[in-house]
């Protein structure tokens, strides 16, 4: 059973303009929730955090926005760079150490 | 510095062969981790050590055996592998506090098992 997903396995978007990526998850019991970039043949990279005491967190491009009475985040990137091409995962965390994480969506930005 | 370093980074290897996978920071983190990641799949844990102990063994089979020496360092010791095993193994390290659950990935060693 898989408790964080994302739906739209691949999106294109023009360079400048805004990528959006939703992740929704069923356990109420994650208590955090991050989001990582990934490029072929490379290990993921951490993008952001956010925490469930909070329905808004910022660094730079990027934003996290979490609605916890729908359980669902998403992930905004604003403006759009081809740098920012690649697999992106959502994940939650619950217990001490563990991650679960979401199937990823492709993006593409078209320059 | 946010670096995880994994060694080797490619690694084919016969089913009888016994080999090792590497992983090593020095962000004074104290909880590591290994990953197993299949094409187009998410990552899947496979072990967790907290402060050098083993805490989380996802059942693993026992040809996967990880060993910690220090805080910096985590090792993956191979025996006996089937081909299924072949996959992208992830290594990652976070600060292991109440506060801080970012993990950081090193970038794999691609595993094929022959």
Redesign the interface.
Known sequence: DQQVKQNSPSLSVQEGRISILNCDYTNSMFD?F?W?KKYP??????LI?ISSIKDKNEDGRFTVFLNKSAKHLSLHIVPSQPGDSAVY?CAA?YG????A????NQVVVIP | DTEVTQTPKHLVMGMTNKKSLKCEQHMGHRAMYWYKQKAKKPPELMFVYSYEKLSINESVPSRFSPECPNSSLLNLHLHALQPEDSALYLCASSLGRPTSYEQYFGPGTRLTVT
């Open positions: 955090y991050l990582y043949a490379e290990g993921p990279t951490f955090s995962f965390k001490n150490n563990r991650l994480f979401g199937k990823g």
